[in-house]
């Protein structure tokens, strides 16, 4: 692969811009200042420095970050700031998307990438990919509602009771809640129909992999191999 090329696949612009920044000697290969945009480079395991920061080649982009409450997830917010804010240009220029959406006051492990279908496999309610959601309740978690969670909640515009893969009360108003699919408002509408209100929620883990408890609200970090292998763990086998 041309290193032009390279550069353009990662995010750093137009060709036309990979080019420039080439020519002004602001790029390294594997530590070595270039400035051909023609040297043909090996992908694997390629590094590349721009202007000293280095970026590691990736084929596909996958990303894991800690949303913070108060971010929408959109590029085009209406009243508040985007998750998309929060990732550096080139993420943004090589397209990355959020994989299923969180509401604006709901915090912890969200997904990007430019994967499609990983995306798809992701959110599809036939891979049966496990969220896990902690919500803290305005009314006690009683055993009713827990049951009912369980055995399934009739939601509008939803064919059929949708129940929880597990539940279980964590304090006194508080519950961790596994679903299969992540439908509108799903977790609120849910606990609404369980009898009960949201007033705050976190997703904690998708499949096998736990949001990282180093990874302050607003930092995102890459997602490698094992990481993936862990996202795409169906329940039951999933653990976390
Ligand atoms: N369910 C909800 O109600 N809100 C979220 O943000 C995610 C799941």
Known sequence: M?????????GFGSRRDCVARVYAGAVAVNGVVCDDPETEVDPAGLALALDGVTWTYREKAYVLMHKPAGYECSHHPSHHP???SLLPAPLLQRGVQCVG???????GLLLFSDDGQFIHR???????????YRATCAEPVTDVMLNALRTG?????????????ACERLDSVSLRLT?????YH???RMI???GNRVEALHREAIGSHALPADLSPGHWRWLESADLRQLERPWPSATF
Do not use: H, W, Y
């Not at 992701?122 to 896990?132: C, D, H, L, N, Y």
């Not at 679903?179 to 439908?183: D, P, Q, R, S, V």
């Open 122 to 132: 992701m959110i599809s309610p036939k891979k049966g990919i496990a969220k896990i």
């Open 101 to 107: 959406r969180l509401d604006l006051d709901t915090t």
């Open 153 to 165: 909640v009739s939601l509008n515009d939803e064919p059929a009771p949708i129940a929880a893969l």
């Open 192 to 194: 609404a129909a369980a």
């Open 186 to 188: 799903q977790v609120k």
């Open 2 to 10: 041309k290193l032009c090329r390279a550069l353009q696949s990662q």
């Open 179 to 183: 679903l299969a699919e992540g439908k």
């Open 82 to 84: 985007s998750v998309f």
